[in-house]
DNA sequence: CTGAAAGCGCTTACAG
DNA sequence: CTGAAAGCGCTTACAG
């Protein structure tokens, strides 16, 4: 690799303007006054030379990196997007820098993750792109970190920004049973050690025993929030001859409808005449499909902007808010059975 | 901010393992052979204290920041999680830390760029972050860059890497021509600057001018590939009672396609037996609107991925190719008036 | 208000 | 193969 050479520093600049290196950077930071004349000479002088002072030898000097990492699970998530724009956001606000990378848990085991106390200020953990062991061993080292769509384990205690999931599906699964109906859902499940998922179930457990139904493990199935594995395990599901009935299924999150619209419309049942379908996340496809899902609005961009101003909080050494749930909301559209005759929109 | 003390440095492991910094940084490095017994006693004590290097001081040693830069006008783009992904992966892959900021173009016009030589070793820009005279300054730097949908200026040679859209818009319109008889075809027109539009413009004029359809000013509005503009366009356009009669439209970019959409519904127009629709991108929606979008597929992940590879090529000193054009193809659902009975898919 | 100097935590010729 | 020392490009006490 060839090596930038910036070549111009602030050297050159104090030798051009005939100061100390000490001034100019003084006059850079506007951390101290500097004298008029001094502070135009340097200037002209930057002009000229078209200095750009190197962020890493100020990182160095100061201890600071003013950068701070997002760790993802991946980048293929729908609301990967918005999460991002929220965060980028705050951060571009305090002037820091922006590093992001991915990275899938089991790994190697070993201290080297692509983002650390070794390149960022703090960090921003989404989901399950770490285990709670290296969770921790960040933790031990001091480095501020947040969590997102993930509460910290016992013991250790970092600031966490999620969403509301269990009441919110607690009232989609209502809605369900009083609105239309419905008493025999199928639940369509996450991947386990996915927080997200385990209180939607536990929503879903809750509104079915408010209503006094036994929740049945045969109208259960995995779905890991993802389209194909959840159309293959209905159609698994359907497949089998002694499969219980079932009048709705939750499907977890909106992408997993989709597969579950498929293999629902496959095997000839529909959509909400036979059975009723909801899903989770009210992502940028759910008003599209045919029928329009009916589904749970969360704030991503919100959670983002959130996660991010609570590092911050931590960077400047104030204390931050254990946990931030942002609210959610049920977005009514018509695979439950409500409103057939409105159009997308 | 409280300055962050990573304490532990290279020295502390140099002497509790009784050797010189030297040795210490080589065996970190593995760039020249360090004796087994040093090595295990460094291992050892790099272990214990928990040691992890500094990134930002051997950046600033090695005049070289291991960072590549992102640039991109905003996070909301529907393909932008696609189009980093493939970056994500070739810049995990060299090693090297990956930097995202948006940048608006018309700012102060200053050189304070949130991304450049001060921070990155390399910069990826996308479309137009970017004014062309900012670029230009950038470029003049030595900084090593490559353009993402968008190409180079006169003078200046920087690799680009985008898609082909006037071939693929050709044949999506002589589709419409051909296969269904359209021959008004009303144009969604982009933004001005912004080269994908330019070159859909441009295909879509000569598909017209090879069936000696002349282009028709008056058959021709804007929707800058946004929803809520290109609605309300059409519906402007829609309640001139003089306006032309047309019996297709080309939305210019999926996103429009759904503003057009309903503008078209709500005007009584049917889709696709009275107004053909085409679009262009094949996001994730495509499939499901009512009826499936006809677009073009672009490789965008593919398209992150080759421009980062050309990135690397000019920080390995390489010589890059100076146009990379990734192909697409056109992907024929109902809305054009192809499969009718077909469902989304 | 300004400067000389030490220091941030690494790497890398230069010797040996 | 290993070490002493200079240097990367800044910041910041410490003096004056």
Redesign the pocket.
């Known amino acids: 690799m060839t ?1 930038r ?10 030798r051009e303007a ?12 506007q ?9 135009v000479r340097i200037q002209e002088v930057m002009d000229q030379l078209d ?14 990196k003013n950068t701070v990492g997002l760790l993802v699970p991946n980048m293929y998530n729908n609301f990967f997007a918005a999460l991002l724009a929220g965060i980028e956001g705050v951060v571009s606000k305090y002037d820091y820098s922006l590093l992001v990378a991915t990275c899938r848990m089991n790994q190697s085991g070993g201290y080297q993750f692509p983002l650390g106390s ?1 390149n960022t200020d703090g960090l921003l953990i989404f989901a399950d792109s770490l285990s709670d062991k290296q969770i921790s061993q960040l933790y031990d080292r001091q480095l501020p970190i947040v969590l997102i769509h993930k509460s910290s384990t016992d013991g250790v205690d970092i600031p966490t920004v999620t969403i509301e999931n269990k009441t919110a599906t607690r009232k989609l699964i209502k809605h369900l049973i009083e609105d239309h109906g419905r008493r025999r859902i199928l639940l369509v499940r996450g991947s386990e050690n996915q927080e997200d998922a385990y209180w939607r179930e536990v929503g879903f457990k809750e509104a079915l025993s408010e209503h006094d139904i036994a929740f049945d493990e045969g109208l259960a199935i995995r779905g890991s929030f993802e389209r194909e594995i959840a159309y293959n395990s209905l159609k698994e599901f359907l497949a089998d001859p002694n499969h219980q009935e079932f009048d709705a299924v939750f499907t977890g999150d909106d992408d997993a409808a989709v597969g579950i619209y498929d293999a629902l419309r496959e095997n000839g049942l529909r959509i909400p005449e036979e059975v009723s379908v909801v899903g989770f996340d009210d992502s940028q496809i759910a008003p599209f499909l045919t029928p329009p899902l009916t589904t749970v609005m969360a704030p991503t961009e919100e959670v983002g902007r959130s996660a991010a101003e609570q590092l911050f909080r931590l960077l400047d050494g104030n204390i931050p808010v254990p946990v931030t749930l942002h609210s959610t909301e049920i977005v009514l559209r018509s695979s439950c059975g409500c409103n057939m005759h409105h159009s997308a929109s």
């Open positions: 090596k050479t910036s070549s111009i520093t602030i050297r050159d600049i104090a005939d100061v100390s290196v000490a001034t100019v950077s003084r006059y850079l930071n951390n101290a006054f500097v004298s008029p004349d001094l502070s200095y750009i002072p190197q962020a890493t030898a100020r990182h160095l000097a100061m201890r600071k070794h």
